[in-house]
């Protein structure tokens, strides 16, 4: 599933950066070979790493890109309501989103966990496991939320369920954060699996 969510992200940046266009279905098998060796590396915390803080950076470049947008452009000329929709999930475009901000939220606060010392109880470390994952799950809610409300007066009906490609095509930091999202996925496919 996460492969073929990245494929139109891939598709985007190889036609704007390299004027090539591929098939999804050719992008999806290109991806499944491809992510064959990362399947064998025997370290996989060196691989979440770099994988976490490309996450990471496009988990939260994106709602400043949106309000970035917003305050310089203005909210879309046709406004989106849940009721002039299709479907929900028009209205919210988290599809991919959802994907990226979930899993790099908890990480954020492992520090907070820190290493437990022999004297701490399991009460304490609980305590701090239930804080821990409150304000993961309270920072993926909000940036949720946020993407979400943001894509939606930003595009208004044209928002796709892809927000990253409601963006014209042209646009720079849409397209770097198509890549680095892309492949922060297809990093972390070894790891979820």
Known sequence: GN?????PLLQRVL????D?????ATLVACLS???LPLCLVSD???L???SSALGLLATLVLPLLLAGKLATSGAASEPLSLLSVPSLSTSFPLALYAFTAQPYCLPIF?????????????AVLGRRQ???GAWAIALAFALQYSVGLLGAVLFGLGVESNLLLSFAHDDILALWLSGTTALSVCLCLPMNY
């Open 3 to 7: 492969l073929v969510a990245v494929v």
């Open 15 to 18: 036609l704007t950066t390299f």
């Open 110 to 122: 492992f520090d907070e966990l820190g290493a437990s010392a022999p004297d701490v109880g399991h």
């Open 130 to 132: 239930r804080r821990v």
């Open 44 to 46: 996989l915390g060196a």
């Open 20 to 24: 090539l266009a591929v098939s999804r």
């Open 48 to 50: 979440g790493r770099g």
């Open 33 to 35: 070979v491809l992510e």
